[in-house]
């Protein structure tokens, strides 16, 4: 249905076009077109005539006042549109009103709609609905208004059927419900959300939108009793309630109302009625009138005073409960400063005592804050001024320096993380210093790193402990090389003279000792190749050659040191590659002796080289005692051995992955390793392609 609303002529001719139009031109369920339309206002009588064929009276509600004679026309327009022309049964209209006028605080509508009910005037604007009796008025009057769990059955009730063909009649349960779940639309309770989600599934959508027409009419007839302070319901009306008291007390105390307050006014004008009609046999009536008149004027000011005191009562328990709650804020925010000071103090102690100095870059605007500790390791006077990374970068060696922005780099860009050894030039006395620096990015805004903090202190000491290491490790090594050498040559001779003389003891002794000193010289050339490592000697000599028949050779070479195990090289394709043939040959060396050390006999040993985007990417598989986790990246570090009671029956000093790593590095590629405790381990390294070295 479309609601539309207009007026036109001049100033003072109303043409009323408040109308209820169908959809289509059919007419629905018989009922006539609803228009008020074409007839214009020639006067007051005029009006009131046309008002009086139609409810039977002339309501206060639409009488002209002198200044706006347009208002009541557009109200009377608004009535027969949503009211009186308004397809919903008329009684179901009558009775709805009534009920819904119990909770306005002006009691003018539900006592002149009470009088449309009992026959004086005509209910909804038909006459020929039949009056109803004064008990069945206060019946619906009695009727209390359905909440909380009470409304929750109702709700449910009224969900569990079907749509409704047509409204129920009246004194009925169901008509009950409907306008219990109305009540709450109209006053906006808290469960008005519910009731109207009820009454969309209950009524079909045309009965359902002449509903909320009819509650908007119910509101404004409300609204504008309350506005008009002088309306007076009629005579007849008066006279009845003047009669009939207990009808009066539910008109004007009823508990259920929407304001739960007493009219005090109404009830005071329904008591003078009374006094009047005994007049003359009351002595003083006057006088007692006055008294009660003033009796309720002070029973009413005491009422709104004791009111006004609990509310203040209640609003200085509010303001009492806020102070403690900010005395208990101060308490907390006090303590909390002093756990910040004292753990800020921890904090300094603790980096004080391990000479350690702290960072803090902003990276949007380049500024770096240092502890003092910081300036310290740098030879500077600590002081507040703002630094960025180039005044940082001008005191690193400059050999270090291309290193440490590439390693910073790949920290902001992808891994978040830092860390580096480099060296320092002091500023105060020009004295070369290793640092080691750590650094994680803490901020980030749409992805991009804008704050990175982190930590740097000195290892110039330990640097020369490692270097005097090295020193002797090479010394050691270079001086082992010699005796290596003429044993193993010695052993093979003895070992031809045994042969030549059948001494089988002999010979088996010597093939021990020949394998041993193997071992001694594969330590040896182990120690040198770290010594070369750390002076950045390790020499490499680049060629072409097929890594397929290198791993053949390898496997070859390994197989006779241990039958127990199945070595299995799958790659049959022809690989080139451009590298040091003896390096990666070592490296596959490495690898392979692992696997068959850490894998229990008799199993499978799975070499493989496939060619990929990047280069060419050799694995080897075993299915032995797997790696932990978390010294997956330590394994490759100089000297390191896991200490566990399986790896501790294993010989060997922590030299050969360490090695592996640098050849891999040196030859542009990467090693790495997959692993799961128990279950095995596959190290991986990959060759890039020529144009990568």
Not at 142 to 153: P, S, Y
């Amino acid at each position: 249905m479309k609601l539309q609303v207009g007026y036109s002529g001049d100033r003072h001719l109303y043409n009323r076009k408040l109308r209820f139009m169908p959809s289509t031109n059919q007419n629905h369920n018989n009922k006539p077109t609803i228009a008020i339309s074409g007839t214009q206002i020639k006067g007051k009588d005029q009006f009131y005539a046309d008002i009086k064929s139609q409810i039977g009276v002339v309501p206060d509600f639409f009488k002209l006042p002198q200044n706006k004679p347009e208002t009541p026309d557009a109200l009377w327009g608004f009535a027969v549109s949503a009211y009186l022309d308004n397809p919903l049964p008329p009684l179901f209209k009558e009775r709805l009103f009534v009920y819904l006028s119990r909770f306005c605080e002006a009691k003018y509508s539900i006592t002149r709609h009470l009088g449309f009910l009992i026959g004086l005037g005509h209910a909804a604007g038909e006459s020929s609905i039949p009056p109803q009796s004064i008990k069945e008025v206060m019946t619906l009057l009695e009727r209390n208004l359905h909440r909380d769990q009470n409304m929750a059955t109702i709700n449910k009730v009224l969900l569990d059927m079907p749509a409704l063909a047509n409204l129920p009649q009246e004194e009925t349960e169901l008509e009950d419900a409907i306008f219990a779940c109305t009540t709450h639309v109209f006053l906006q309770t808290e469960e008005a959300a519910n009731c109207l989600n009820v009454l969309k599934h209950v009524l079909d959508d045309s009965t359902f939108q002449y509903l909320l027409v009819f509650l908007a009419f119910v509101r404004t007839a409300h609204y504008w009793s309350i506005l008009q302070q002088n309306l007076r319901v009629g005579d007849e009306i008066e006279e009845l309630l003047a009669i009939h008291e207990k009808l009066a007390e539910l008109l004007f105390k009823d508990d259920e109302a929407y304001s739960y307050q007493i009219n005090n006014a109404l009830l005071t004008e329904l008591e003078s009625l009374r006094m009047e009609k005994l007049a003359h046999e009351m002595v003083g009536h006057e006088e007692r009138v006055v008294r009660e008149k003033q009796e309720a004027l002070i029973s009413k000011t005491t009422f709104e005073l004791n009111a006004r005191v609990k509310q203040l009562e209640g609003a200085n328990e509010e303001i009492r409960n806020a102070r403690r709650a900010a005395l208990n804020l101060m308490e907390d925010a006090v303590l909390a400063e002093e756990n910040i000071k004292m753990l800020e103090e921890r904090y300094r102690v603790a980096l004080d005592s391990a000479n350690m100095g702290t960072w803090d870059w902003n990276m949007d605007k380049d500024v770096i804050v240092w502890n003092e500790e910081h300036y310290h390791l740098l030879g500077l006077p600590a002081d507040s001024s703002a630094r960025n990374l180039d005044f940082f970068f001008q005191f690193v060696h400059e050999n270090d320096l291309d290193l440490l922005r590439m390693v910073l780099q790949k920290a902001i860009l992808e891994t978040g993380y830092y860390q580096m050894e480099f060296r320092i030039e002091r500023a105060d006395n020009g004295q070369m210093r290793w640092m080691t620096s750590f650094g994680r990015v803490v901020a980030r805004n749409g992805g991009r790193a804008t704050r990175m903090v982190g930590v740097m202190f000195d290892i110039t000491e330990r640097k020369k402990l490692e270097q005097q290491k090295d020193d002797f490790i090479g010394i050691a090594s270079h001086e082992l090389r010699t005796p290596v050498t003429s044993i193993k040559a010695y052993t093979e001779i003895l070992q031809e003279l045994c042969e030549e003389d059948s001494y089988t003891q002999g010979t088996e002794l010597l093939k021990k000792l020949d394998m041993q000193v193997d071992r001694l010289a594969h330590l040896v050339r182990s120690l040198l190749d770290t010594t070369k490592i750390s002076e950045g000697q390790l020499s490499f000599a680049y060629q072409e050659f097929d890594l397929t028949k290198l791993i053949n050779e390898r496997v070859d070479d390994l197989r006779p040191t241990s039958e127990e195990h199945n070595l299995v090289f799958k790659t049959k394709d022809k690989l080139s590659v451009f590298a040091d043939k003896e390096r990666i040959g070592q490296v596959l060396i490495n690898l392979i002796s692992n696997a068959i050390k850490y894998s229990p006999k008799g199993s499978d040993i799975v070499i493989n080289a496939i060619r990929t985007d990047e280069g060419i990417e050799v694995s080897v598989k075993d299915y032995g005692t797997g790696i932990p986790s978390e010294i997956k990246e330590k394994i490759f570090e100089r000297f390191y051995r896991a200490r566990s009671s399986q790896t501790d029956v294993f010989p060997g000093i922590g030299l050969g992955l360490y090695i592996a790593a640098e050849i891999m590095k040196r030859h542009g590629g990467r090693i790495w390793v997959e692993s799961e405790q128990n279950k095995g381990s596959v190290f991986y390294f990959l060759l890039p392609n020529q144009n990568g070295l």
